[in-house]
């Protein structure tokens, strides 16, 4: 008789009977602004929602300026826009993050320079950045992935001393702290999704954070056409020289604005994500000291100076030789058939994803043959990445951690059940 889920035998849980916390999370509150905004008819465009929120953001991340727009793939193109990064730039990333940190480079006309990740925590490593290094140099775009952080102490020193810009990517991190400060809080500017899966939602929108003002006007104007900020709203000492057009008007730009349905619903999120996080937190703390006991299976290591955690996947290392030879792709189903919930692999590295393929389109990026070559994602070696991708990588959307410590002894549960009848996989 088979005891693993994933063969017919019974699951560690039974979902039915106590399903896992659901996500979103809302109530009446959404529903009241909701209607609130709908009865207002001032549906967007600089709105008193957005307005809110942005002030409310802004006060959460412990940044001088907050600015919403409509997604976390504009916010970070948008960054780039107001760093005035473009074509002859090269900007470092990690290979193992999301395609749009790399994909927004080179829709500026910029060159992504792809460096591989650190195996424990999976964020850049900062010796490879040094390494990476060019006279074309213009920007490193740290990104927090899952439940880590990019080294900031690291980061902010080479890019101080080679005179580069930093945008913290922080899709998954918001209210995740490193040293006492809020990411988005540390770079010349932070970059925030509000995607559905993300632990502060509208179901779309994204988030700009910066400290200083001249770039808050920029990213201001920049997601609303090009359009000069109301005049004081931010410092009018210094607008950037060269930004705007003789007139003093207009930078060309394009409609990237958030709406007030959306803000409405990140002011409610955003009351909830403070006790959110630190259930997370609490929970992946607890979940990352039963890992540690387990056979087979290793957290990610936490910094010291990760003074709060900001989950947005719970992900953790898998040791094939520990489980007789098992690939990680079995051993992530056979969890998912044990849990109830899908278990994923990290990112695809971008030297090789399935939606990081800029080739594909020679009418928008071949400026040139040499631009042309210097984009193919291929070029780069991304050892580590790929290891992490292919063998190691095992993840889990946070709403898990929200759950009981019960349930965080369950997942221990079902990994010590697949490695005990670990044979049943392997016939
Ligand atoms: C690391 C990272 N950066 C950027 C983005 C883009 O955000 P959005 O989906 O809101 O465009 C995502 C979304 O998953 C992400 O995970």
New binding site residues.
């Given amino acids: 008789m088979a005891v693993l889920a994933i063969n017919g035998g019974r699951p560690t849980r039974n979902v039915k009977a106590n399903p896992w916390p659901s996500w979103p999370v809302w109530d009446g509150k959404e529903e009241k602004a909701l209607l609130e905004v709908l009865n207002s008819g001032i549906w967007s465009y600089n709105g008193p929602k957005e307005i809110e929120f942005n002030k409310l953001f802004a006060e959460y991340i412990g940044s001088n300026y907050a600015i919403s727009a409509s ?6 193109q948008l960054a780039l826009e107001a760093l005035g990064i473009g074509y002859g730039d090269e900007v470092i990333l990690p290979g193992l ?2 395609q ?2 790399a994909a927004t480079i080179i829709d500026v006309n910029a060159v992504p320079i792809i460096v591989d990740v650190c195996p424990d925590t999976w964020c850049i490593d900062p010796k490879e950045v040094e390494k990476a290094i060019t006279p074309k140099t213009k920007a490193i775009i740290p ?1 927090h ?1 899952y439940g880590s952080f990019a080294d900031m102490d690291a980061i902010m020193d080479i890019a101080e001393k080679h005179n580069l810009f930093v945008i913290e ?1 922080c ?2 991190k918001p209210g995740g702290e490193w040293n006492g400060k809020k990411a988005g809080s540390i770079g010349d500017i932070g ?1 925030f ?3 559905l ?2 632990h502060l939602t509208a179901g ?3 988030g700009l954070t910066t400290n200083n003002p001249s770039l808050a006007e920029k990213l201001d104007a920049l997601r609303n056409c090009g359009r000069r900020p109301e005049s004081g709203e931010y410092s009018q000492e210094d607008k950037g020289a060269g930004f705007y057009s003789d007139d003093g008007n207009f930078i060309q730009s394009g409609n990237y604005r958030i709406t007030e349905f959306q803000a409405a619903i990140l002011i409610e999120g955003l009351k909830r994500l403070p006790e959110q996080n630190s259930i997370r937190d609490r929970n992946g703390l607890y979940m990352n000291s039963l890992l540690e006991d387990l056979s087979g299976v290793s957290p990610m290591r936490r910094d010291k100076r990760e003074t709060k955690e900001a989950y ?1 996947n719970f992900a953790f290392r898998y040791n094939k030789e520990d489980f007789n030879g098992l690939p990680v792709g079995k051993f992530r189903k056979a969890l998912e058939s044990e849990l109830g919930i899908g278990v994923d692999s990290s ?1 695809e590295p971008l030297n090789m994803c399935s939606l990081y393929v800029p080739l594909t389109k020679p009418s928008r990026y071949k400026i040139n043959d040499k631009h042309w070559a210097a984009i193919d994602p291929s070029r780069f070696s991304l050892p580590i990445s790929e290891r992490i991708f292919k063998e190691e990588s095992v993840c889990v959307h946070n709403k898990i951690l929200l759950g009981s410590q019960a349930d965080m002894d369950l997942i221990a549960e079902a990994i010590r059940k697949i490695y005990d009848n670990v044979i049943e996989l392997l016939k």
């Fill in positions: 997604n976390g793939t504009v916010t970070l993050t999301w749009a940190t990104v992935l990517d899709a998954h970059s999704s509000f995607q899966s993300k779309e929108g994204g947005f990112y």
